[in-house]
Every structure is written in C-alpha cells, then in structure tokens.
C-alpha cells in the first residue's frame, strides 16, 4: 500500500516560473489538503477538497491552484514562482464524514522540498 | 482564524529525563490531535483526544485534554534518543473537516 505519494521530491524553480507538485492516494480517501512548512515551524493549510470536483481555500492560498478532477490525484500549480514560496509542501488525504472523530486521521506523503531562486 | 500556540518551542534534554510540552489556545476545538515528525518526514498521527479532561497513554507518552477543551499538553517519561522530533498539535474543525496546526516543539534527546 502505497499510501500518500508526492512528486517530485526536490524542485529548484527561477522566479516567474510555473510548476505542479503532484500527489496521488490509493486509499480511497475522500479529503485531500495541501499544506507547506516553513523551516522551524507548523503546516499552514493551503488547499483542501472534500471530494472530485470539490475544492476550498485554506489559511495561506493566494499563489496557488488546485483541481481535483479524481478521488485520487490533487495536483497543486504554482504560477509565477517567487521567493516566498521555498517550502516544504506537504500533501495529505483523510477518510471524514460531517462529526466524525475518528475520520479525521491524516496520512501524509513524504513532501516536495521547493526552492525558488 | 483558530490560533494554536505550543511551548516551548524548542527543548534539548538527556536521556532518562521527563519533559512536558502544551498546546494551548483561546478557541475550543471538538478535538485535538498530537503528531510526531521526524526529519524529512511528513507528520504521523500519536494520538486524538476528544472529552475535557481526558487522559491517554501510549507507552512512555501521555496526552492530556483541558476541561475546556482549549489546550493540551504531551508528557513523556524516561525520554529516550527515539524520541527526538517535532510535535505538532492540531485541532480538529469537525464540521469542515480540517485543522489547524501549531508550530511545533521541536525535541532533542541526547544519549
């Protein structure tokens, strides 16, 4: 079982480029986020989406897109990079439906580490 | 915007000793998540406590919830170099879905 997979796992991008950091969950889970991690500190949310098709903003969203086209995949596009968004990126999926407790477990990948120069 | 703030951020400590973090906050949460992660890892889930007043125990480590449900705090007994990491605490927006993390304290246990 593969789990939560992120690629790539190391990106060096130029300021004004365009990328996507890839992820895929074969757990059948039905929310995907997307979080980064600034050096010494916590994930702040990004991205989030409860389902195919369905996507919301998170705490930090301005510079970035999401599409959730499949239950599986949830790609994050970066356009126009700049330097305030080297990070790690986190992604990770969840099992949740509305009050649950126990669905609320996050399984996260191993992260894409971003620096833009 | 719910704000969770841990301390101490930072805590070197030798083998053998006992240590406490917190995880504190002016909101109430339904239910508070403690995470473990190591270098060049994503965060893997420890524990979720959900009453006021709960305590949880794995292994060396204990979890506590506050009455009011607005802070935490971790204990660990006899800590030992496996234990060195970031602890992250998360609380948990039942009706979204999603949660909200702290910064971390980040642990070093030396032999």
């Known amino acids: 079982n593969a789990g939560v997979t992120q690629t790539p796992k190391f990106r060096i991008l130029k300021i004004g480029q365009s990328m996507t950091l890839q992820c895929a969950q074969d757990?059948?889970?039905?929310?995907m986020y997307w979080y980064r991690q600034d050096p010494g500190m916590g994930l702040k949310l990004i991205y989030y989406s409860v389902g195919a098709g369905i996507t919301d903003k998170g705490e930090v969203p301005n510079g970035y897109n999401v599409s959730r086209s499949t239950t599986e995949d949830f790609p994050l596009r970066l356009e126009l990079a700049a330097p305030s968004q080297t990070s790690v990126y986190f992604c990770?999926?969840?099992?949740?439906?509305?009050?649950?407790?126990?669905?609320?477990?996050?399984?996260f990948g191993q992260g894409t580490r971003l620096t833009v120069v | 915007t719910q704000l969770l703030e841990q301390s101490p951020q930072f805590l070197s400590i030798q083998e053998g000793e006992n240590l406490t973090v917190y995880c504190n906050s002016s909101s109430v949460f339904s239910s508070l998540q403690w995470y473990r992660q190591e270098p060049g890892e994503g965060p893997v889930l420890l524990v979720t406590?959900?009453?006021?007043?709960e305590v949880k125990k794995l292994k060396r480590l204990t979890f506590q919830f506050g009455d009011a449900r607005k802070d935490s705090s971790l204990h660990i007994t006899a800590a030992q170099p496996g234990d060195t990491g970031l602890y992250l605490c998360?609380?948990?927006?039942?009706?979204?879905?999603?949660?909200?993390f702290g910064d971390g304290t980040t642990l070093t246990v030396k032999p």
């Open positions: 998360a609380g948990v927006d039942t009706n979204a879905g999603k949660s909200t």
């Open positions: 990770a999926s969840s099992y949740y439906y509305r009050g649950s407790i126990s669905g609320t477990e996050a399984f």
């Open positions: 757990m059948n889970h039905n929310y």
């Open positions: 406590v959900v009453t006021g007043g």
